[in-house]
């Protein structure tokens, strides 16, 4: 019997089939496939957000993240000015006045509504946000922004004043403009038990909370009781995109408006930059060093700390990691802030000869074979390549210990075991506030074997510490904060890297609004000619 | 069949028990303190030990272990301790984008694999059979995340046919079916080669039993030799691995959900693994392998109802 072949289908035979394919292929390719455009468009703006939410509440938000969409549904007395300064303007206030150095008082602007039916603010829901945050018994988690708050006294419906126990210089940019002075309704938040995460019972902001969809994306839409400017947007949409390249591809795809990016794709966008497209490189409130850990018996000799110092090429770290974009640091306040400092004890390109000579003081044998953890992100992977490159020149060797974010965290903690003992050298950064105090109140003794990983303890430091963070004289304080610099840096602990940069690339049909650490400014973001 | 239905039921059970509990020693063995991730900077130690005890985290492992059982009894898996939202709302929230996916694209990779399979055994050695064993090949060795890029890049960026990120707006099928194209096809390729080249060997080996002869030699048509006769007991391994590969592509989804910025179990267990989130690492642990072990447990049921020597041998205990 003999194998019976396959029928074809029913009047399509192999040979016009191909011609049929073949031709509709030709015809497509000739005339072209109708682009579908899924570009932002219409009255929605479309945002990256660098992670999901996980609460929008001012006693447990973490991190910038909420902050960006909590400041845009939300209003402070005072707000930070979308000039990429930390300086303020009125908000939910009328006024606002500082009395003397323990007190502030405000007035309300009338008319301010809550939505979902929560009524007018007045100066007693100022009085309940703020001092559910110092409750004991909220356990709140951004307690300390607010300093030595007492109470706050009301005056009449919508006036009142702050009470401070003490001279707190944070208190404006930390306390009220920040993400922990946002005002929410007494009674909505009562009716919602006292506390909530995602969803938040009402706003009172330029936009309102629509919806909150896990690992997607927040909705807000134009609030139609808003007294205020009209926002320029019917609706923002802020995508949780963790990944910059996903939010890169997806801008490229127009599908978002603006979206900040990783530092490596700077350079090829402005070399390829989409269709009405601009690039900001902004700076951030991030700030990069290399530690050491002063308690590790290699490093227990200064000259030792100190020749790492000097043999670190910060500028070749800088140029390498973040491809020249940054700027060398010099110290953990960035540029802008009280208590900036002009340059650095230790040059930024290093002095490999001085590093050598330290070594040969302390009598250390060459090669001298040292640890660095470090987080496995690839930022910092390249920076602390250069280092290693760096420190190989005057004889020491690095072993290079990546870790993952969670674990990195708890390498220096004396609460969960003796591992913070075998640190020796690591890359850290912190991110910044609005005020210098939080760039420093990590290196204090208090902190060691909790943030202090270096182990870092001067009586000088901590007596400035308190005196700064007390003292309302703008030059006082820069002089105390330039002082603490120079304290970490003589001690041999530190070497600054940098304050690092955010890159954030937008469509031009967008007028962009970032702070002054390159956070996006939801409320302040305009369509071109719409006024400022 | 129902003995053999209960006897696969136990060990999927057995196995379900012994791959989450072994999981759960090692989430925890990681090192890594979640109230030091979860709570930032400012919290005070006080905090932290407070955020221990409310996880549990203060207790023995085996304790923490018998208290998941315990509460997975009751159909609690805990409470998301940044969100406090319930595990098993976060976990059902998610699941069924990732299902949808791993559905979507082991289908097409069936619908277009086990054709050319057939038809690669059927024209053994022909111009076809040849291309579809390069074009195999190729596909298993290109990366899925390779894939993926190259898709977004020309489809979604530069032609802009497809969207670059997300899953549509909730309520829109259709645009959550064009969602879905990018990733199901990134997530699905490698998988059309590998079907194709299982169902080939198969249909090869089939194809020269006795029983095909036999059905020639009544004159039964060549479709109804090859679907009805030849096919069927060729499918059996692809069954096999059709359901090895739904249980993989469950967490191999990961990738795509992150390239495609989708929301999905891989996504959610990939950050809560980050971030020491063990309540959530738990629930979608227990959900991946639940899922694996269940599509194992159906490609067997389907096997024996494919093929009835094994059930015969089920049933009898051998």
Known sequence: MSRKEPQNWPGISRRSFIQKSSLVLTGLAVTGVPEISWAVHGDTLHVRNYQDLTSLDSVSSLSAAEGIISAAINQNLLRFKPDGTWDTQLDAAESFEQIDETHYAF????????????????????????????????????????GPLSHVDVHDRYSGTFVLDTPYAAFIPVAVAGPSGEILSRKAVTAVGGRFTTEPPCSSGPYLFKSWQAQRKTVLVRNPQWTGRKPDFEEIHVYAMPDPKTAEMAFEAGELDCAWISVETVEPFKQNMPDNSSIRVLPSGRNYWLGMNQENPALTDIRVRQAIQYAVDVEAVVEAAWFGLAKVSNGPIPEGMVGHRDSALIPPKGDPEKARQLLSEAGVELPLRLRMDVNSDSLELTAVQVMEWSLRKVGIEVDIRPQDNSTFLTIGREDLGDQWRDVQLFMQSFTGLADPYYSLTWFTSAQLGIWNWERFSSEEFDRLSDQALATTDPAARSRMYRRMQDLMEESGCYRFITNSVMPQIYRNTIKPAFRADGYTMLREIRRPGSGS | MLRFIVRRGLLSLLILFLAVSLMFGMIHMVPGDPATVMLGPKATPEMKAEFSRRLGLDQPLAVQLGRFYAGLARGD?????????????????????TLVLVLVAIGGASLLGIPLGCFSAIRRNSLLDRLTAVMSVAFIAIPSFVVALYLLLWLAVKWRWFPAMGAGESGNLADQAHHLVLPAIALGLGWVGYIARMVRASMLEVMEENHIRTARAFGLPERTVIVHYALRIAMLPTVTILGMGIGTMLSGALFAEIVFSRPGIGKLLYEAVLTRNYPIVMGSVLVTTGFFVLSTLASDIINAMLDPRLRERQGSGE
């Open chain 1, 107 to 146: 007035r309300l602007k009338k008319g301010q509504l809550f939505s979902n039916g929560y009524g007018e603010m007045t100066a007693d829901d100022v009085k309940f946000s703020f001092e559910r945050m110092v409750d004991p018994a909220m356990n709140a988690l951004n307690r300390p922004d607010m």
């Open chain 2, 77 to 97: 898996l805990g409470e998301d301790p940044f969100t406090n939202r319930e595990v098993t709302v976060i976990v059902w929230e998610q699941l069924p984008y």
